[in-house]
């Protein structure tokens, strides 16, 4: 046979083998890949569901269950319930792989602290750091407490709640008055008459020779001056000083 027609008939072997080669190699991925697909499954969800129904259903697709040591509470998931799971649901793995799972102590227990009587500031960062959902602020305007201050809540202290609402009062402004002047006034009067416009009055009693007993000889603030019925006004009355005599032996 001629060389020329040698080398054709080689080349057409090589070719021929390289074809079934091909051919083989293809086979062989498609196989190896409807293999592997066989091998695989489709994860469950297993949010919400207990430990031992989880392991059940993990252990029929031929996967295994690992529940993490580390509970964590959850306003939505029951305790002792799966809140979280990874790998998640819908995912494809392969048979025997381990799924990991957190498991919920359920709905966080609170005791809800008295915030009565408290900077309404105060209150809420006392609320936040126990974690604490304040869903609802009241308000009403009295003189009879001190302004931005909680003077009602609900639940009650020391109940077991994640929510708490808040009555707050905002204050009403103080009512100004002109300070009179009620020096040389019966002490007595002068204090009535000034707390009956909502002003607090302070009496000192002093020693005084020069004014009758039970006579104003000083105030605070001075006339004219502007008074709040948050202020206290002070008033100094004279008393009757008694002297007392030494008797000789």
Known sequence: MPFGA?????????????????????????SMRVALRASEVTVPALAGVTVNDATAALGELGLTLRVDDSRRP??????????LQDPAAGTRARRQRTVRVWVSTGPRT?????????????????????????????????TDYAPDTVIAQTPEPETV?????????RGEPALTYVMPDVTGADGDRAAEALRQQGLRVAIAN????????????????PAGAPV???????LEVSKLEVTKLEVGK
């Open 161 to 169: 709640a994640s929510q708490v609402r808040l009555l707050v009062n």
């Open 228 to 234: 709040a019925t948050t202020d206290v006004v002070s």
């Open 6 to 30: 040698r080398v054709w008939t080689l080349g057409k072997v090589l070719v021929l083998l390289g074809a079934l080669a091909a051919t083989f190699l293809a086979a062989f991925g498609v």
């Open 206 to 221: 002093v020693p005084v020779t020069d004014k009758p007993p039970g006579t104003v000889t000083r105030q605070q603030p």
């Open 110 to 142: 609170v005791l809800v602290p008295s915030v009565v009587g408290e900077p309404e500031r105060t209150a809420r960062i006392r609320l936040e750091q126990g974690e604490i959902t304040i869903v609802a602020t009241s308000a009403i305007k009295s």
């Open 74 to 83: 959850d306003e939505r998931v029951p305790a002792g319930r799966i809140m």
